[in-house]
């Protein structure tokens, strides 16, 4: 055999071997984020958090 050849090989296993784990973590992550919703806001539309939203109270007059 030549080197290449032996070279090609062993390359491909470490490259199909890199792809299983790294395809295993992410469908992990993915199951993560299915079942773990208690970070989600349903009121946040425009994904900056809070900086849009009206406040609830009025604010006092100062001024008197």
Do not use: C, W
């Not at 199909?16 to 299915?34: L, S, T």
């Amino acid at each position: 055999m030549s080197k290449n050849l032996i070279m090609f090989i062993v390359g491909s296993i470490i490259f199909i071997v890199y792809v299983y784990f790294y395809f295993r973590i992410v469908i992990r992550q993915h199951k993560v984020e299915r079942t773990d919703i208690s970070g989600y806001d349903t009121n946040d539309f425009d994904g900056i958090g809070n900086q849009g939203r009206i406040p609830d109270k009025k604010p006092k007059n100062r001024a008197s």
